[in-house]
């Protein structure tokens, strides 16, 4: 961002005047975001943690105001962004000639280099249907370029400017190596490649020049250098690639140079050297489709001198056409393949809809036409069958279809299909009140069966004196219907949802599943189908939560937590303190749903903290998210739902007896189960292969690494510090060091040095343990330091559950007791031996010893490999294996079936 001194020399240069200056501090440059951004139907939203601007900043679409943010990040015209600015008033005049005002906010307040201003920004594709709607706010000009004339007039009001920008604006190869190389982007003046590296990798570049990317990396595995160092060099500028033109994601397509000087050279060395052009067959004429550099482009005009061509984004293009030419002899211009040409022909529609008893009729007249065509019509004079004029009549058909397709077999197929009386046998008048009968008496939410609305309908008929149509002509138009609409007003948008054709997304606008690992991931949790007992007691504690991450580019299970709690934010730090664990890192952009704990001021908070970017899928369209629900489905179905006290059979519950009932059969207990589970994604699901890869999750994952680099840069060491920074903390984020040292929750927390500072009322950052409440952590003198509770032999290994349901509990027994009742930790300590007998405090004590010694298993283990340490004593079944054989035997079998993976949308 820009320093105030900076800004004032921006304003000063650009000739922004002082009440402008005013304006842009007091409402835009110091002031919050206008609103909390959401995204609307079949749109992600999310935070991105902009490295330029040190803040996060909002955008709400995917495809538009989320390319649009890293375009302005990456940007070095750009000084400063800020999202969701302050409303502006729009003043227009509305149809009937009346001056309105609107207060409206527009996506971002940009500051460049030589101006700042407003800008908007809209889907291309969309814009000629937006403006239709609001006719008074967007208009094309001349260019075919957008704007907002009510907004640059209130721009121009304050020596600022308004623009309009669509996707059109966006190079979707740049914006794609943008995201590939963000971790690099971000560390770029902290990152350094080693002289002896840089050489030995330009020595390579040199003896080989445009060398691809993958040929280069490949070439590391004998080398000092690695993918990292590559990357690196790219982003500093002491490699070159053109990465307005090429995905690195691909790496066999990128082509790899000293410098951009090299490239050029490269390149007019091979023109010299080209002798014979290539042959490239194309039809060159207007209408014509050619792809050039990744993109379809359409031919509108062919002059003498130039081609002008339009893309499939709209975008406009002309060019000399001796260029034209040179790019098609140099394969850089290609024409339609067959399979292209093949997708619109009209040749193609008649012989598939054709019957094999119209191809016995063409062939025995083919028969005769090619007779008549190679002797005249000699033998037909006297024949009976077929007589001259039919093969004359077959003849004429013959020739009119091969001047018009260029094969006269298709005129000689019979057109049986098309005889009968086409025309419509009831008037519009009862078509038009059938037609509303449908929409506005069966396509609502009372949900009326077809023969109630056809009797109403029937009625009003005869009424009118019109001939009604049938009962199943009538169902028959209900049935031709757009059935995902139909289901909408019927059943609601969710059930409209499972109808509704999904749509796979093929553009460039981003790629579908990450380019590499870690890039996306997918972050949520479900309710396991197995019901789980106390493995000091054996009592049954009801089914576990399970959180899961999922990498998307390789489908391999990246973290995981088995809880009793339902989830929250607690859920999400311990995946990431599990993935860190395992990894040394945390996803760069982490789809989550809308769940209350993906909105927790700790969850973004920790987000932010490491620059990771949450993408938030659009309420009620599990679709965005399939690749983790049908992981969930695997892991149920090939795994839970095969083990005893799995709650399949609660399905039909009214069949359910006490012998068969689950809490009666259940033997695992919590930390058993997390051995399990580490042992299935990790060795069974990992290593079996993936029908959507053709290859392992984990070799997927490997593989993706060596190409796209390991980022040992982003690597985030595992030790105290950073489990700190994984626990929550107070409201305000602070507290004040007082003489009984400082209050978290209720509690005082003590450390021995608050001694000789605890009477300057110093407010410092606190942090404190859900898990073991008698903990807490304070940041004094640039560490944290580690505070006990005054009650610490009470509340040891209390988890914050237990503190909010004790809490809970003491508000309740002293609600009509006294107004000035206040809880403090010497209240709670005496509470505490008074609901020891409290029979729901003793089923969530057990629950959250059971989640301690899973956690004791996994989070202190430093060697990576979990181990059950304490958890035998269970008795049904201590003479099996901590394992996945802890599967019923009768249900499990060792072969690829069993762990099919689900398909994915």
């Given at each position: 961002m820009l320093t105030e001194f900076e800004f004032l020399m921006w304003c000063e240069k650009n000739n922004i005047a002082k009440k402008s200056q005013e304006y842009?501090?007091?409402?835009?440059?110091?002031?919050?975001?206008?609103?909390?951004?959401?995204?609307?139907?079949?749109?992600?939203?999310?935070?991105?943690?902009?490295?330029?601007?040190?803040?996060?900043?909002?955008?709400?679409?995917?495809?538009?105001?989320?390319?649009?943010?890293?375009?302005?990040?990456?940007?070095?015209?750009?000084?400063?962004?800020?999202?969701?600015?302050?409303?502006?008033?729009?003043?227009?005049?509305?149809?009937?000639?009346?001056?309105?005002?609107?207060?409206?906010?527009?996506?971002?307040?940009?500051?460049?280099?030589?101006?700042?201003?407003?800008?908007?920004?809209?889907?291309?594709?969309?814009?000629?249907?937006?403006?239709?709607?609001?006719?008074?706010?967007?208009?094309?000009?001349?260019?075919?370029?957008?704007?907002?004339?009510?907004?640059?007039?209130?721009?121009?009001?304050?020596?600022?400017?308004?623009?309009?920008?669509?996707?059109?604006?966006?190079?979707?190869?740049?914006?794609?190596?943008?995201?590939?190389?963000?971790?690099?982007?971000?560390?770029?003046?902290?990152?350094?490649?080693?002289?002896?590296?840089?050489?030995?990798?330009?020595?390579?570049?040199?003896?080989?020049?445009?060398?691809?990317?993958?040929?280069?990396?490949?070439?590391?595995?004998?080398?000092?250098?690695?993918?990292?160092?590559?990357?690196?060099?790219?982003?500093?500028?002491?490699?070159?690639?053109?990465?307005?033109?090429?995905?690195?994601?691909?790496?066999?397509?990128?082509?790899?140079?000293?410098?951009?000087?090299?490239?050029?050279?490269?390149?007019?060395?091979?023109?010299?050297?080209?002798?014979?052009?290539?042959?490239?067959?194309?039809?060159?004429?207007?209408?014509?489709?050619?792809?050039?550099?990744?993109?379809?482009?359409?031919?509108?005009?062919?002059?003498?001198?130039?081609?002008?061509?339009?893309?499939?984004?709209?975008?406009?293009?002309?060019?000399?056409?001796?260029?034209?030419?040179?790019?098609?002899?140099?394969?850089?211009?290609?024409?339609?393949?067959?399979?292209?040409?093949?997708?619109?022909?009209?040749?193609?529609?008649?012989?598939?809809?054709?019957?094999?008893?119209?191809?016995?009729?063409?062939?025995?007249?083919?028969?005769?036409?090619?007779?008549?065509?190679?002797?005249?019509?000699?033998?037909?004079?006297?024949?009976?069958?077929?007589?001259?004029?039919?093969?004359?009549?077959?003849?004429?058909?013959?020739?009119?279809?091969?001047?018009?397709?260029?094969?006269?077999?298709?005129?000689?197929?019979?057109?049986?299909?098309?005889?009968?009386?086409?025309?419509?046998?009831?008037?519009?008048?009862?078509?038009?009140?059938?037609?509303?009968?449908?929409?506005?008496?069966?396509?609502?939410?009372?949900?009326?069966?077809?023969?109630?609305?056809?009797?109403?309908?029937?009625?009003?008929?005869?009424?009118?004196?019109?001939?009604s149509p049938s009962l199943a002509t009538f169902c028959k138009h209900i049935d031709e219907r757009p059935i995902d609409e139909q289901t909408g007003k019927r059943q609601g948008k969710r059930a409209k949802y499972q109808k509704t054709t999904f749509y796979w997304e093929l553009e460039r606008t981003t790629p579908r599943h990450g380019d590499f690992p870690f890039n996306i991931c997918h972050l949520d949790h479900t309710e396991l189908d197995i019901e789980l007992v106390c493995s000091r007691t054996g009592k049954n504690l009801g089914k576990p939560y399970l959180s899961l991450m999922v990498d998307a580019f390789s489908r391999r299970v990246i973290a995981f937590y088995l809880s009793f709690d339902p989830p929250s934010y607690r859920s999400c730090l311990m995946v990431f303190r599990d993935c860190v664990r395992r990894y040394n890192r945390l996803p760069q952009q982490i789809v989550v749903d809308n769940g209350p704990e993906f909105h927790s001021v700790y969850f973004e908070t920790f987000l932010a903290m490491y620059e990771r970017e949450p993408k938030r899928r659009p309420p009620a369209e599990p679709r965005y998210g399939s690749i983790l629900e049908r992981l969930f489905g695997t892991t149920n179905t090939r795994f839970i739902l095969n083990l005893k006290g799995n709650t399949k059979i609660m399905k039909n519950v009214r069949q359910v007896t006490k012998s068969v009932n689950p809490k009666s059969n259940a033997v695992w207990d919590l930390p058993n189960l997390c051995v399990s589970l580490e042992e299935f994604f990790f060795e069974l699901y990992d290593t079996i292969e993936h029908p959507a890869l053709d290859q392992t999750p984990r070799e997927a994952f490997v593989k993706g690494l060596f190409y796209s680099g390991e980022r040992r840069s982003l690597h985030i060491q595992n030790d105290k510090t950073f489990e700190i920074l994984t626990l929550p903390s107070t409201a305000r984020g602070e507290a004040t060091i007082q003489q009984s040292g400082v209050k978290i929750n209720y509690i005082y927390y003590w450390s021995n040095e608050f001694i000789s500072i605890h009477h300057q009322k110093k407010k410092v950052k606190v942090r404190y343990d859900p898990f073991n409440i008698a903990i807490a952590y304070v940041y004094l003198n640039k560490r944290w330091i580690q505070c006990v509770s005054q009650y610490y032999s009470i509340f040891q290994n209390m988890s914050e559950r237990e503190l909010n349901f004790i809490t809970s509990e003491m508000r309740k027994s002293n609600k009509n007791k006294s107004r000035n009742y206040t809880l403090n930790a010497q209240r709670i300590a005496k509470f505490i031996s008074q609901i020891e007998g409290n029979e729901k405090f003793q089923v969530l004590k057990a629950k959250q010893d059971e989640m301690r010694k899973a956690f004791r298993i996994f989070y202190k283990n430093e060697q990576g490999k979990p181990e059950v340490s304490e958890c035998h004593n269970l008795q049904p079944y201590e003479d099996k294996d901590i394992s996945i054989s802890g599967m019923d035997s009768d249900n499990y079998q060792d072969d690829n079936e069993v762990f099919d993976v689900y398909g994915e949308f």
């Open positions: 842009i501090n007091n409402n835009i440059r110091f002031a919050q975001p206008a609103r909390r951004v959401g995204g609307g139907s079949g749109s992600t939203s999310g935070r991105y943690p902009s490295h330029k601007m040190g803040v996060t900043i909002q955008w709400e679409s995917g495809k538009v105001e989320g390319p649009a943010v890293l375009m302005l990040e990456n940007d070095e015209d750009v000084l400063e962004y800020y999202d969701q600015p302050n409303k502006i008033k729009l003043e227009y005049m509305d149809h009937n000639g009346r001056n309105r005002g609107t207060l409206y906010t527009p996506d971002f307040f940009v500051i460049r280099t030589n101006g700042a201003g407003w800008e908007e920004w809209k889907p291309n594709d969309n814009m000629l249907k937006i403006s239709k709607e609001q006719k008074w706010k967007f208009r094309q000009n001349d260019d075919g370029s957008w704007s907002c004339p009510p907004g640059e007039h209130f721009a121009q009001e304050k020596g600022l400017s308004f623009r309009v920008c669509t996707t059109e604006l966006i190079n979707w190869n740049l914006h794609r190596n943008y995201v590939f190389l963000d971790d690099y982007l971000r560390r770029i003046k902290k990152l350094e490649v080693k002289k002896e590296v840089i050489d030995e990798i330009k020595q390579i570049v040199f003896q080989d020049p445009g060398i691809t990317l993958k040929d280069l990396i490949d070439l590391s595995l004998d080398r000092k250098f690695c993918a990292d160092d590559i990357y690196t060099s790219i982003v500093k500028n002491l490699l070159y690639v053109n990465l307005n033109n090429a995905a690195l994601a691909e790496p066999e397509t990128v082509k790899v140079f000293l410098h951009k000087e090299h490239a050029v050279m490269f390149m007019n060395l091979i023109k010299s050297g080209e002798q014979l052009a290539k042959p490239n067959l194309i039809c060159f004429e207007v209408g014509s489709e050619i792809s050039w550099d990744n993109s379809i482009w359409k031919l509108i005009n062919i002059g003498h001198t130039k081609v002008s061509m339009v893309s499939d984004l709209g975008t406009y293009n002309e060019i000399p056409r001796e260029l034209f030419e040179h790019l098609i002899a140099e394969n850089r211009i290609i024409g339609q393949t067959a399979q292209q040409s093949l997708e619109n022909d009209p040749i193609i529609d008649i012989i598939t809809q054709a019957s094999d008893a119209d191809y016995e009729v063409a062939n025995y007249r083919m028969k005769h036409v090619e007779n008549y065509l190679r002797n005249g019509s000699k033998e037909y004079k006297n024949s009976k069958e077929p007589n001259l004029r039919k093969v004359r009549d077959w003849v004429s058909k013959y020739k009119e279809a091969k001047e018009l397709f260029g094969y006269g077999y298709v005129g000689l197929l019979p057109k049986n299909k098309d005889k009968g009386n086409r025309t419509e046998r009831f008037n519009s008048s009862v078509l038009e009140l059938m037609n509303w009968y449908i929409e506005e008496e069966y396509e609502n939410m009372v949900q009326k069966n077809k023969s109630v609305v056809y009797g109403a309908f029937k009625n009003v008929c005869d009424e009118k004196g019109y001939i």
